[in-house]
């Protein structure tokens, strides 16, 4: 593609931001990146509170967050953040220490033990699994899997370009609930659960697997069991402000994109009442909301001039509502440490609180965040306020009440398909249309919904387009 190729760039989160880096790093340089929003980092958002800045969206990498590691290099900024550590709780507020058999626990534990010997042994049995009958599983992106390849590049440094044939991948479009059932391996649901359905990323029953394992890949799992893990002492919005304020070309803020045409081989974009002109269009922005939003979020297909095939595939995208809590707790209520409380990441404990973090250990002049959801495909979902008191009420249960409320948010979280449409080829289907309508679709659906996978996609997208 010409090096003058005028790009339009829909999004200055991870995925926009770095889509700018690739295509500067390989000389492109005619690239213009609009974002809606007063801020860049999009899903990474690290306001301020008492000089300190707190996560109220992502908050933590692992060793192989390659693309994540581009930017650092690129911006010269390192993962300096706060060490990560974390406790368990039981639904009515008793740590307890789910994992450990031996020692002080063992007692406690006894009646679990099969369970946990069981889960020992399956987990080892999961990874040989994973590398021999589902090779290729872990790459980025989802192209070929529904036909039974792998096509992408390999999660190492180097991210050396692999293909093959392996039917079993077709797996990987069940929930990954079955394909644990299926491979006789159901109690690593007991592991992965953690870093998944906590994190916002939905129940096991009805995501497909192979969202759960291109993200928890077997080493990325064992880092987040040996808490081997980034965080940055200025949040992670922080690594984007960065990244933007290296870009040539940063993006322009508050740009409300009215429409989008695309016709004649040129893409005609209306943003903030004046129409501008470009060869190419990348939309690293929501695709498809099934519903109104009341921050007003839409989906690309109600601002562009959709197409039959646009819409009738990004119509079967769904997300997640996940809701995250700032709040104050009195000095003396202030939990000691992060706490999972495992037993209410099941359906049946739809909307109740799943985590929350207490990022500075040194001190308790700091926010707590707390972290729910409130749908699941056969219950029915939970009202924004009502989960919000579920939530806070549940701090009281922990013995940590919040005294104050000082940040809330209800987010677009984990665009993804149900296993029918993952095992009909959607991604196929829409990687076949990259370029089709001088667009490109970048962004979280694409991969996964974590700040390293959608940057890893835009460097790829760039590296395939461009
Ligand atoms: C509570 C929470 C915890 C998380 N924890 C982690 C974690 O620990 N580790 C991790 O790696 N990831 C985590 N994530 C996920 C991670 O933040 C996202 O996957 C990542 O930010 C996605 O990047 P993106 O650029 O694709 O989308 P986004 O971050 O959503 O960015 C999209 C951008 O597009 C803009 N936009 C939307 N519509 C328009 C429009 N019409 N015009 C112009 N601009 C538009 C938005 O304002 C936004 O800035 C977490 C997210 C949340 C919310």
Redesign the pocket.
């Known amino acids: 593609m010409d090096k003058n190729t005028r790009i339009c760039i ?7 931001l770095s889509a700018g880096m690739y295509l500067e790093k390989k000389g492109y340089t005619n690239y213009t990146i ?4 007063d801020r ?5 958002w690290s306001p301020y509170y008492n000089g300190k800045r707190y996560e ?6 692992v060793p192989s967050y390659y693309a994540v590691h581009d930017v650092e290099e690129f911006c010269g900024i390192t993962h300096d953040g706060p060490k990560l550590n974390r406790n368990y709780k039981n639904k009515n507020g008793k740590v307890i220490e789910p994992f450990k058999v031996n020692g002080k626990y063992f007692f406690e534990n006894f009646t679990r033990l099969p369970r946990l010997l069981g889960t020992k042994k399956q987990i080892k049995a999961f990874g040989e699994l994973l590398e021999t009958k589902y090779k290729g599983y872990d790459i980025n992106g989802h192209r070929g899997v529904a036909e039974g390849r792998y096509d992408g590049y390999a999660v190492t440094p180097e991210r050396e370009r692999v293909e093959g044939v392996n039917e079993n991948l077709k797996d990987l479009a069940l929930p990954f609930k079955e394909f644990c059932e299926k491979n006789g391996v159901p109690y690593v649901q007991d592991v992965w659960i953690g870093p998944f359905t906590s ?2 990323y939905g129940y096991f029953d009805e995501i497909p697997a192979a969202y759960v394992l291109k993200y928890l890949d077997f080493q990325t799992t064992m880092n987040f069991v040996n808490v081997n893990l980034w965080t940055w002492k200025n949040g ?1 919005q922080y690594i984007w402000e960065q990244l933007n304020d290296h870009l040539k070309n940063p993006a322009r803020l508050n ?1 409300t ?1 009215e429409k989008v045409e695309r016709k004649d081989g040129k893409v005609f974009v209306t943003v903030n009442g004046e129409v501008e002109e470009y060869d190419k269009i990348i939309v ?3 695709l498809y909301i099934p519903n109104k939003r009341t921050d007003g ?2 989906g690309m297909v109600e ?1 562009f001039d959709a197409r039959e095939d646009e819409l009738e595939l990004f119509s079967k995208i769904d997300y997640e509502r ?1 809701d ?1 809590l700032a709040v104050e707790t009195k000095p003396e209520d202030h939990p000691e440490i992060s706490y999972y409380v495992f037993e209410n990441m099941v359906p049946e404990r739809l909307g109740h609180l799943m985590v929350y973090y207490r990022r500075w250990k040194e001190t308790v002049e700091q926010v707590i965040t707390t ?1 729910s959801l409130r749908k699941h495909k056969n219950t029915e979902e939970i009202p924004y306020d009502t989960c919000k008191q579920m939530v806070l009420d549940d701090l009281k249960t922990m013995k940590n009440p919040a005294s104050n409320v000082i940040n809330e948010w209800s ?1 677009y ?1 984990f665009p993804h398909v149900f296993s029918e449409d993952y095992a009909a080829g959607w991604y196929d289907k829409v990687e076949a249309m990259q370029d089709k309508y001088d667009t490109f679709y970048a ?2 659906v694409m991969s996964f ?4 996978e ?1 940057a890893e996609y835009s460097r790829e997208l760039v590296e395939r387009f461009f």
């Open positions: 829909i999004g200055g989160g991870p995925a926009g609009l974002e809606r929003n860049v980092g999009g899903k990474c109220m969206g992502a908050i933590m990498g994190f916002g992670t740009s994109i690293t922005a929501p979020q839409k601002y996940y995250v972290y987010v979280y962004g979280e919904g974590d700040m390293d959608t």
